[in-house]
Structures are given as C-alpha cells and as structure tokens.
C-alpha cells in the first residue's frame, strides 16, 4: 500500500490512525486527507517529534497497514477456499 492507495481509502483507514496516535483531532484527520506531509505535520505539532522521527513513525505505520491489508487477504482467501472446499464434499 502506498501514500496514493492511503488518500483515495482515507475514511476506513483514519481509525487506525486514531488508534495508534490518540492525540491526533477528528478536524486533524480531516485535514490530512491521507497526504504523508500533512499526517507527518500534524505528528510533529501533536507529539513534538523532528521531521525525521515523524516521518519515520508514518512510514511505519504505513508499513503496518499494507501488512494489515495483506494479512486480511490471506484470511479471506483461506475462508473462500475452505467454503470451496465443503461445498465440494456434500
């Protein structure tokens, strides 16, 4: 998952912002709109962090969602073909 994919799936995904960095306003998240400079501001402003460990922090939330999204796939290809499979044996 990338910055891009983060924008355009902005609104089921600031939960997990919320979750993770409580400090971060609804009105914050709204201003984000899931661009990596403005989340990387707002982390600055809100937990006094530099640029770089902010910057970092995004990334590696980022990371985490991308892992979060693949390990849903997983899950939802392993209940398809179990679901395949018992249709299978009736």
């Known amino acids: 998952m990338n910055w891009d994919q983060i924008a355009g799936k902005w609104k089921q ?8 960095w409580g400090k971060v306003t609804d009105d914050d998240l709204d201003f984000i709109a899931g661009t990596r ?7 600055q402003e809100r937990y006094g962090l530099a640029k ?10 980022l990371a985490a969602q991308a892992d979060s999204k693949d390990a849903d ?6 209940k ?9 044996g009736r």
């Not at 995904?13 to 993770?20: A, D, L, P, R, T």
């Not at 796939?73 to 392993?78: A, D, F, L, V, Y």
Request: net charge positive; charged share 45%.
């Open 13 to 20: 995904v600031k939960g997990s912002v919320k979750q993770q």
């Open 37 to 43: 400079d403005k989340f990387v501001g707002k982390l």
């Open 52 to 61: 770089e460990d902010a910057e970092r922090a995004a990334d590696k939330w």
């Open 73 to 78: 796939t997983e899950r939802s290809q392993g």
């Open 80 to 88: 398809r073909a179990r679901d395949v499979g018992s249709k299978r």
